[in-house]
Structure formats: structure tokens, C-alpha cells
């Protein structure tokens, strides 16, 4: 079998065990309101080509969602997750032109959002929209990645992505063009 | 001359062609060095990573064991392939056990190693490739020239014409854009159609049985999400033992190889997804063997940035075909002679030794030394060609001689001089061939050292 054949190979031919080295933790984890990352975050996701806005509360990002994207699936409404379930036929979820998430927390230092199963019914939905706009506290935004992993290291989902930006490419003699295969735009509300 | 000088050589024969793409890959090159610059804490960052890696592959048995266990526990389902042949079996099967005939496929370049796609045709599944720059090279029924730009050695007049005759687009019309938006509206049905959806790994995380899988344009996630039915497949060198160490990889991954921060998406695949199927393949196809070669060891390591093309002089102006390895540029040249010593045996040659391979690799690998060793190796394996091999060993027996030495220093400082310029750039003068030799000096350095210092008393 070839399980066994592998692991006995690579037993007899591995070297003396080396050590692993210390995990970082010289990373301050910021809990309290930071206006410079936040700043940070903003114009890093702007280089990625997201966007941004900037709401005062939940009060706020409610009346927001609903002036400006009212047409838009939004799963920050548990209400909607039955009309999108797991087994939901794709073409369904192919008709949607605009999908609203909430997500965890933001990484200044790259400008992207972490968001898992436990913020949407369907793995599809963050991917297959022509826009995704996420709805982030903006207490919730870290300085990088090491920071990032600590967070998710206790709790790992069945699915987890981290999103910078709308889809891209430049496959196509280094030309950037958005909008690949996942969403042409991707917005981020502060709140 | 050797076959990878040869491909180079047309290659190089559209000169504006090849200065493009020495000029497009520069810039990448140049993007890298920015991003690396702006974080002060990268030589550890690199450090680390090498360090995590090594510790990895020396401990590599105890964590593949792990990570299979916390995916079955995630209720994915792990199978183990010793080569290619296995694992091109074992993807048919899944296939087939679904009664499936329509595959979407995101970058792997294991895939690509073991010949799935052909494969997997010859048994009449539709394989589709669904990054955009693998969709357009699988069109043009080519290999990619480089693992993470796989279409970087095409021009968008190319690429609009193929288009044009493949998916109906407007002829002549090269707007990358517009090009890029008819490749959506076509791959997005064949997402649709899939029964199933295959991927390759960046990153197998033991701790918690997770695969990590990074890209830009969101193929990865579309194909896995959309198909009741998705396969991971990964070497077994690609494990890392925490969750916490895919910190220190992330943020080198996408600095290194494209100049970004990170990719668009970081999909953290760990279960399948409700009503799914989940299919993790771990393949060895040699690499086991490899962790015994403690001089080559480091190149196991590699996480497929492609820094090291895009900096190499060699791989910018002779472009990825001209190599005839799965893998181009510099790390390919160490890693192919290790499956494949009789055909690759000139790759380690392909290279100036300059060492700036070595300096972006993000996890150290010490891959202009390997080069040098492979050269011996292959050497004293009597693989290099017969003309290389006997002027080298003539070479050796005059440097050691000091008088032959000067003799015959003197004999080409006369000759160089003195005969046609058609008679000295024969066809045995193969380092003549595109170069010209240097201005003869008058005297030797021998000569010059004696005249100035001992002469006058110096």
C-alpha cells in the first residue's frame, strides 16, 4: 500500500530531528481602538483595489446597507440563510448580483477580511457575486498575519478565506484586471 | 551544445520578443524587492521559515500521520499515492465512483508533474483548466513557462487570436480586459457543469488537517464550492506543523512571488462542505528519496514562489520552455535531475552562478550551491557532454602546471591577435558563439606583477 511504503521511506531517510523554532509572539494583540491601523487598513485596501466606507455603529450600518444596497442578499439577516442553504441549487446562487457579509476582523497590514462558515449559509457566496461588500468593526482590524492566526488557531471552521480586494488577474501580459472569476468589486463598511 | 542553449538560442532570435520578456519579468522581480524592503523583519521572516520547513521534513512521517488523522476527523478522505501513476489512478477513481465527467481544475503544479490532464483525457473526462493563464496555455495545448505566470511568455495579440478562434471574441480586438471578462462568462458555466473540482495545495496544516490554497482570480474556491465533489492534491512535502506558522508563509508567499501582500483570496479548506465530499491525495513520486540526499535536502523547502525565475538572467532571456523540466528557472534545474537525471542534465548548466536565486529564495534554499554541486556530480557521472567533459579535464591538467600555463597563455595572447577572426570563432568555440573574446592584453599578470613590483625593487 502506498501509505505505508511512503512513511517507512521517508523513515529511513529523514535526517536528525531539528527544532522547531518559537511560534512569534513579540506581536502586541491589539484589543483597544487603534485609529492607526485602521488608517493603515484603508489605504492598503485601496492599493488592493477595494473600497471603503465608513459608518458610526450598527444603528448606522443598518440604515446604510438598506439605502444604498437594498437589492443585495444580505446574510448579515439571519432570515435569509434558509433561502440559501448548503444544498442550494448553484444557478440559484449564481442569479446574485450583490452579497452583504459580516466578517471578523481585518489585517492592516495587507488590507484583507477573514470570514468562515459561521457567517454564511453557502461556501459559494463570498465568491460568486459580481460584488461582495463586507461589514467590519472597525475595533476588529490587526496588524498582520501572525496576529491573524492566533485569532483563528482556536477556532477552525470547515471553511475559512481570507479576502484582499476584488477577484484579479494579470495573466494577460501582466495587465491587472479585476474581476477574474470571483467578485469585480469588493467593499469594506467600517462600523 | 547542450538542448537547454539550443531552445534558448531561438528563443532569443525575435530580440524585441526576448527583451520584453526580460523587461516584464524584471518588474516582477523589482515588485518583490519593494514589498521585501518595507518589512524590516524579513531575514527573520525567511529565517524562520526555513527553520519551520527543515524541522518539517525531519520530522515529516510523525506529521503526515497527524494531519491524516485530524482530516478524517474533519471528514475529509486521505489517500496516499508512492508515483505518478498511482495518483492518476486514484483521482480517476474518485471521478469515476461519482460518475463524473466534467472536472474543473485550479493551478497544481504536482498535476502537471504526473501528467493528470492527459491522463485523465485518454479515459474521456473533460478536464478544464480554470486559472486564466492555465486556461489559455491548455488551449494552445502547451505546458506553462513559468509555475506561478504560466502564460507569461504570450503577447495579448496572441492571446486575442486564440480567443477569437476558441470562445468567438471580436477579432483583433486585445483589450486585456475584454479578454479577460469572455474567459469569466466561459469558465463560469464549466463551474457550473462540474462534478468535480481538483486543486493543488500551498500549504497542509498538521495540527488541524486543514489545506490552504491561495489564489488570485478565485478559481480555487468557485471549482471546489460549486462541485458536490473536491480534491486536494499535495505533496507530501508541502506540510507545515501549526496553523500559527501559516503566518510566517503567507506573508512571504505573495511578497515573493507576484509583489503582492497577499492573494486576493487564502481559502483554508478543512471539511468537506455539508452534503460534500472531500478528497485530500497526498503524493510521494520521488521526494521520499530526495530526504536522503542531505546535500540536496533544501530544496525540498520550496513553497513555488517563483522568485527565482523572475530574478534568474538565464530564465528571463531563454523563457521556462527552453528548460524541458515540469518546473522552469533555477529551481527547477535542482530538482529536476533528481527524477529525470538523463534528460536534465544540462539545467544545472543553464545558470551563471551569480547567486540571486539563492537571495530571493523566501526560504533560503541554497540554490546556486546546488547548482555548482549538481555540475560535479553529474560530472563524475560522466552525464555532461563529451566536449565540456574533455575541455575541462585538459583545462585542469594545464592550470595545474604552471609553466604549460604560461606557455600556452602566451601562445593564445598570439593568437588571439594575429589569426582571422573566422579561424579563431570555429565551430568548436562554442563560448565564441553570440560572444566575443575579450581584448588581449599585451602580458600576462605574471608579466605585468614582475615588471612593476620586483623590477623596480618594489
Known amino acids: 500500500m502506498g501509505r505505508d511504503k511512503i512513511l517507512q521511506t521517508i523513515r529511513e531517510n529523514k535526517t536528525k530531528v531539528t527544532p522547531l523554532p518559537k511560534t512569534i509572539t513579540d506581536t502586541n494583540l491589539k484589543e483597544k481602538f487603534d485609529s492607526g491601523l485602521i488608517n493603515r487598513f484603508k489605504e492598503i485596501l485601496q492599493h488592493v483595489g477595494g473600497d471603503y466606507f465608513e459608518v458610526n455603529g450598527t444603528e448606522e450600518l443598518n440604515a446604510f446597507t438598506e439605502r444604498h444596497f437594498s437589492g443585495a442578499a444580505n446574510f448579515r439577516k439571519k432570515e435569509i440563510w434558509k433561502r440559501y442553504p448548503p444544498d442550494c441549487p448553484k444557478e440559484n446562487i449564481a442569479q446574485l448580483k450583490t452579497v452583504i457579509l459580516e466578517v471578523q476582523f481585518g489585517v492592516a497590514e495587507n488590507g484583507a477580511v477573514w470570514v468562515d462558515e459561521s457567517n454564511f449559509p453557502n461556501r459559494l457566496l463570498p465568491f460568486i457575486a459580481e460584488e461582495l461588500i463586507v461589514c467590519l468593526d472597525s475595533k476588529q482590524i490587526i496588524s498582520d498575519m501572525h496576529e491573524a492566526y492566533f485569532r483563528i488557531a482556536n477556532k477552525v471552521t470547515g471553511f475559512g478565506v481570507f479576502i484582499s480586494g476584488p477577484s484579479k488577474t494579470a495573466d494577460i501580459e501582466q495587465n491587472l484586471v479585476f474581476g477574474a472569476h470571483g467578485a469585480k468589486k469588493t467593499t469594506v463598511i467600517l462600523y | ?458
Open chain 2, 1 to 458: 551544445m547542450t538542448k537547454h542553449s539550443c531552445k534558448a538560442g531561438q528563443f532569443l532570435k525575435n530580440e524585441q520578443y526576448a527583451a520584453w520578456h526580460d523587461e516584464t519579468l524584471w518588474i516582477v522581480r523589482e515588485k518583490r524587492d519593494k514589498m521585501a524592503r518595507a518589512v524590516p523583519e524579513w531575514e527573520k521572516l525567511r529565517e524562520r521559515a526555513s527553520k519551520i520547513k527543515e524541522h518539517t521534513l525531519s520530522e515529516l512521517d510523525n506529521y503526515l500521520i497527524e494531519f491524516e488523522k485530524q482530516a478524517l476527523k474533519n471528514g475529509a478522505q486521505v489517500h496516499w499515492a508512492a508515483d505518478a501513476a498511482q495518483f492518476n489512478q486514484i483521482v480517476y477513481n474518485i471521478i469515476n465512483e461519482n460518475n463524473a465527467s466534467k472536472v474543473v481544475k485550479s493551478k497544481s503544479m504536482l498535476t502537471e508533474e504526473c501528467g493528470l490532464n492527459l491522463f485523465l483525457e485518454t479515459k474521456g473526462i473533460e478536464v478544464t483548466d480554470t486559472d486564466l493563464g492555465e486556461r489559455i496555455i491548455q488551449f494552445r495545448n502547451e505546458p506553462p513557462s513559468h509555475i506561478v505566470m504560466p502564460a507569461i511568455h504570450l503577447k495579448k495579440e496572441e492571446i486575442s487570436e486564440l480567443f477569437h478562434q476558441k470562445l468567438q471574441t471580436e477579432e483583433g480586438n486585445f483589450d486585456p480586459a475584454y479578454l479577460t471578462t469572455a474567459a469569466r462568462l466561459h469558465l463560469r458555466q464549466k463551474f457550473l457543469e462540474a462534478e468535480v473540482a481538483i486543486t493543488g495545495v500551498n500549504f497542509a496544516v498538521a495540527e488541524t488537517g486543514t489545506v490552504v490554497v491561495c489564489t488570485n482570480e478565485g478559481n480555487a474556491d468557485m471549482g471546489a464550492h460549486a462541485a458536490p465533489v473536491q480534491i486536494h492534491c499535495m505533496g507530501i512535502e508541502k506540510i507545515i506543523p501549526g496553523i500559527v506558522d501559516l503566518g510566517v508563509f503567507i506573508r512571504l508567499l505573495a511578497r515573493s512571488a507576484t509583489g503582492q501582500l497577499i492573494t486576493t483570496y487564502t481559502s483554508h479548506y478543512t471539511g468537506p462542505k455539508p452534503g460534500g465530499h472531500m478528497h485530500i491525495v497526498i503524493v510521494d513520486n520521488g521526494r521520499s528519496e530526495h530526504l536522503a540526499k542531505k546535500d540536496y535536502l533544501n530544496a525540498l523547502k520550496c513553497i513555488r514562489c517563483g522568485a527565482c525565475m523572475n530574478t534568474c538572467p538565464v530564465y528571463r532571456r531563454s523563457g521556462g520552455h527552453s528548460y524541458g523540466s515540469v518546473i522552469p528557472g533555477p529551481i527547477g534545474s535542482i530538482l529536476a535531475p533528481h527524477s529525470q537525471i538523463k534528460t536534465s542534465s544540462d539545467l544545472p548548466f543553464a545558470s551563471s552562478l551569480c547567486g540571486s536565486c539563492s537571495d530571493v529564495c523566501p526560504v533560503k534554499i541554497d540554490i546556486h550551491d546546488q547548482l555548482y554541486r549538481w555540475r560535479q556530480d553529474l560530472s563524475e557521472m560522466k552525464l555532461v557532454s563529451p566536449g565540456k567533459r574533455y575541455a575541462m579535464k585538459i583545462a585542469g591538467k594545464i592550470l595545474s602546471k604552471s609553466k604549460m600555463y604560461d606557455c600556452l597563455g602566451k601562445t593564445a595572447r598570439y593568437v588571439i591577435k594575429n589569426l582571422p577572426h573566422k579561424l579563431i570563432y570555429n565551430r568548436f568555440n562554442i563560448w565564441g558563439k553570440g560572444r566575443e573574446l575579450p581584448e588581449v592584453p599585451k602580458e600576462s599578470f605574471k608579466q605585468w606583477y614582475k615588471r612593476t613590483y620586483q623590477e623596480k625593487g618594489g
